[in-house]
């Protein structure tokens, strides 16, 4: 057996952050493939995406962006707490992450469902009904804003780990890389609304 | 360089680490086994997928039915397709040799994230098993070829949805191997190797990986876009709810044409190792092949138009992609030119990995220069959708990706396995495979320029001789193939036991024992040169 064991055990601090910033790379082109397809849309059908827009609740979607910047805001917060040392103060802040996230979850349920109960959701007799720009602005919303919302969801679960490891000891004052790279990801998920909301909400 | 070779600790194939049996393979986060995991699964998908290809070349031994209906043949050409290239030629050199070889190269103990690299192959299993199974399950073999061009592949009744989700998790798959390598690179090479003294099979590994990490998202959220199209009638690409087919055309060869440099720039980057060694003789021009290795990389996201010159594209956007086709030639050829100038007043030995590698350029030079013929506007119009196209791309991607496997496992396969194979069945193999190659696809060329369109089922008669000798030559190189498969398993189990560096190399790998052990290096090698300088040749600098 060797005494040079150096297989994995320790992920060094810049190390773990390229590895997250490549990643993110990946994520914005994934959204990109979104954004040339409304691109090219939007210029085709730029009259009916106007139309369409109006469906959309503006003020459920003004609230949504301002519980998002908020959490940005607190799981910066809870990096530079626990960088000083302070459990307790990282500990809330990442509650409250979460809880904003939560927030915004909530108010999408009732803002999907809202569509729904009009029967505007992909495949309906009523959307079939519409014309094609508003079909595909539809079509456009509902998959741009899943994959942000699993998006979320994946960032709820990646704070909730850090929830535990910050109890346990294992995310501290000297190793925060987990919580730094969540942040991260947590930052990209809000970069990609902050583009989402004016392209889809503030169109009319 | 100091040479760090091990006495103290025991082969990576003997290692016992906290699992035993077949769990210290399938649980292993060593670099080394996961590549070997790879080459095992590689090696099974492409004899299934191969066999698929000679079931079709009997199929088109004569006009009309021989041994099948239509629709099983268009099942087995997009299985083909599929397998073929999501499985074995996108991962194929990358994960294999990259993942054995990449970290011993530039001196390292393992990749960046080992875990991360374990996980990427259980994601590439998930995949590949279920593009195989998608041929048998429910409503049939998906029948829309690779590239699940749309409308059709909304309209398919066929299992399209599992097909487009293997390649999806295997794009997945493909996009974290590429993280971990450029990661690799960046944070692990050895002390004293310095970006320009780093070899140059690294190089095109780092190319190929900003390239999957960059263009597999693209092709990602397209086939997601296609699901979403199927299951929720949502009609992005179709035209009868206001979408576009020819832009989903756009969005998968923004991803699809990158994707053949992925194929092709490892396979570049290990006949860049070969010939130095074989020739005992310094790479020429280091610094060109390095900067054209990126300037493929970056040229080659560029180029994706030429796949649809008749699809309908403005007249500008026409010549604009058909100049830069023409542009991303330039790179390629200087790489040939450098390999050539290797050898040039090189003694050369020329041993299977060398012949392999020398093939190499042969086939690639007829696959290139076919390609320019497909990138011109006016020959495109003659040649699109026609055999000529298939055989274009076999003589890239079989003979340029698939001989350099070959150079690449003939040249390594003593480091990995610690044995050698027998060199009198690896040439027969050798010349199986060559005859039969050419014979299999240069006909295409002819027949497709009379006007024989690819995927067809039937044909003229006055296409039948060509398709006769295709294959015919598809029998010889499956022969050659099964004779190779068997001369290196041999070797493996059963040959001599080779020396640390039987070809004399310079490089890394080759001042470690085969197989090598464990953590690769006792302490970590001191980089004081550049590479591959050979010390008994007088233009060493």
Same mark, same amino acid.
């Given at each position: ?204 | ?212 990490? +960059?263009?597999?998202? *693209?092709?990602? @959220?397209? /086939?997601? &876009? ?5 299951? !929720?009638?949502? #009609? ?117 990995? +060398?012949?392999?590698? *020398?093939?190499? @350029?042969? /086939?690639? &030079? ?5 390609? !320019?013929?497909? #990138? ?166």
């Amino acid at each position: 057996m060797s005494v040079h064991n150096t297989h994995s055990e320790h992920i060094d601090s810049e190390t773990g952050k390229l590895g997250m910033w490549i990643f993110l790379f990946t994520e914005l082109f994934l959204f990109g493939g979104l954004f040339l397809v409304y691109a090219v849309f939007r210029a085709k059908y730029s009259a009916e995406f106007h139309l369409a827009a109006g469906e959309l609740n503006a003020f459920i979607g003004t609230m949504n962006t301002v519980f998002l910047l908020f959490s940005s805001m607190t799981v910066a917060m809870s990096l530079t707490a626990i960088q000083k040392g302070d459990r307790k103060l990282a500990l809330f802040l990442v509650f409250v992450t979460i809880l904003l996230a939560g927030l915004f979850m909530v108010n999408k349920y009732f803002e999907w469902s809202h569509k729904f109960e009009y029967g505007i959701y992909p495949g309906s007799e009523v959307l079939k009904n519409m014309s094609h720009g508003e079909l595909l602005f539809f079509g456009l919303y509902y998959m741009m804003t899943g994959l942000h919302a699993l998006h979320v969801l994946v960032g709820m679960v990646l704070l909730s780990i850090n929830v535990v490891k910050i109890r346990s000891g294992s995310v501290n004052s000297d190793h925060y890389l987990m919580l730094e790279n969540s942040a991260l990801y947590w930052h990209l998920v809000d970069l990609i609304w902050i583009f989402l909301f004016p392209l889809l909400y503030l169109i009319t | 360089m100091s040479i760090s070779g091990s006495e103290t600790q025991v082969s990576y194939l003997e290692y016992q680490g906290k699992h035993k049996g077949i769990w210290s393979w399938l649980l292993s986060t060593d670099h080394k086994r996961i590549g070997l995991l790879y080459l095992y699964a590689i090696i099974i998908f492409f004899f299934v997928a191969a066999f698929l290809g000679l079931l079709m070349r009997i199929e088109l031994i004569a006009p009309g039915r021989t041994i099948m209906e239509p629709q099983t043949y268009n099942g087995l050409f997009t299985i083909h397709g599929i397998i073929m290239i999501f499985v074995i030629v996108i991962p194929g050199l990358a994960a294999v040799f990259g993942n054995f070889f990449l970290p011993i190269l530039i001196g390292a103990r393992d990749v960046a994230f080992p875990k991360l690299n374990l996980f990427s192959w259980y994601l590439y299993m998930i995949g590949a098993i279920l593009g195989v199974l998608s041929q048998f399950i429910g409503g049939g073999a998906p029948d829309t070829g690779w590239t699940f061009y749309v409308p059709y592949s909304v309209e398919s009744s066929t299992n399209v949805i599992y097909a487009l989700t293997a390649a999806f998790i295997l794009g997945f798959s493909s996009i974290l191997t590429g993280l971990n390598f450029i990661v690799t690179i960046h944070r692990m090479r050895a002390p004293g190797m310095g970006w320009m003294r780093m070899p140059l099979f690294p190089w095109a590994l780092y190319a190929t990986a900003w390239i999957q990490v +960059l263009a597999t998202p *693209i092709v990602g @959220i397209t /086939l997601l &876009m296609v699901i979403a199209e199927r299951v !929720l009638n949502i #009609g992005f690409f179709d035209p009868a709810l206001g979408g576009d087919p020819v832009l989903f055309q756009h969005l998968f060869w923004i991803y699809s044409h990158p994707a053949v440099y992925i194929m092709i720039l490892p396979a570049m980057g290990i006949v860049t190792e070969i010939f130095p060694t074989f020739s005992q003789k310094p790479v020429f021009g280091y610094g060109a092949i390095v900067l054209s290795s990126l300037a493929i990389a970056f040229v080659g996201y560029f180029v994706w138009g030429h796949h649809m010159f008749t699809s309908g594209m403005s007249y500008n956007a026409r010549w604009f992609f058909s100049f830069l086709t023409f542009i991303v030639a330039v790179p390629s050829a200087i790489k040939v030119f450098n390999w050539i100038s290797t050898m040039y007043g090189g003694s050369i030995d020329l041993k299977p990995p +060398l012949l392999y590698a *020398i093939s190499f @350029i042969f /086939l690639f &030079m007829i696959g290139g220069f076919t390609g !320019l013929v497909l #990138g011109s506007l006016a020959t495109n119009v003659q040649t699109h959708d026609t055999a000529f196209v298939m055989a274009h791309f076999h003589y890239i991607i079989f003979g340029g990706m698939g001989f350099a496997f070959f150079a690449a496992i003939h040249y390594w396969a003593p480091k990995m396995f610690g044995r050698m194979y027998n060199f009198r069945l690896a040439y027969i193999a050798w010349g199986f495979n060559f005859i039969g190659f050419n014979m299999l696809y240069f006909p295409l060329f002819i027949v497709g320029l009379q006007g024989m369109p690819r995927r067809a089922y039937d044909y003229l008669p006055q296409f039948q001789s060509g398709h006769v000798l295709s294959t015919i030559g598809s029998f010889i190189l499956f022969a050659g193939l099964l004779l190779m498969v068997y001369n290196l398993i041999r070797g493996a189990r059963k040959g001599a036991v080779a020396p640390a560096n039987p070809w004399k190399g310079v490089t890394l790998e080759w001042k470690i024992p085969s197989p090598p052990p464990h953590e690769n290096f006792d302490d970590l090698p001191e980089i004081t040169s550049k590479p591959y300088l050979f010390g008994n040749i007088s233009d060493n600098k």
